[in-house]
């Protein structure tokens, strides 16, 4: 199942988890995320915990603090930490390849 965090909701929804979180940062407005998010709803994240961060508003302060510059981009956090990140191309976005090797990033340190 897909989380979706808040701005509010972001510490207990990503940084306190005890699992790793592959968390999709994506725009109402942006098309390729519009696109790639059913790519990212599709994944059974078994071992994984998935949260979609809707952060279509410029002024939040999750731009800066992990300094995004692009959306769509996912980023893996193991103990509130950032482990990895896929930034999305311009003009591309991301591919489900960007997703896979997060995946399996997140899964191999678990084993």
């Not at 996912?74 to 999305?88: E, K, P, Q, S, Y």
């Not at 995946?103 to 191999?108: F, I, Q």
Request: aromatic share 10%; net charge negative.
């Amino acid at each position: 199942m897909i989380a979706s965090a808040t701005e509010d909701s972001f510490k207990a929804d990503v940084l306190n988890s005890q699992h790793p979180v592959l968390a999709l940062f994506h725009a109402r407005w942006c098309g390729f995320c519009q696109a790639f998010l059913p790519i990212f709803r599709r994944v059974k994240g078994d071992d994984v915990e998935l949260v979609e961060v809707d952060i279509s508003d410029e002024a939040s302060p999750l731009w800066d603090t992990y300094g995004l510059e692009v959306v769509p981009t996912l980023i893996l956090f193991r103990n509130g930490t950032v482990v990895d990140r896929a930034d999305g191309r311009f003009m591309r976005g991301l591919r489900e390849a960007d997703l896979e090797r997060l995946l399996e990033a997140a899964r191999e340190n678990e084993r």
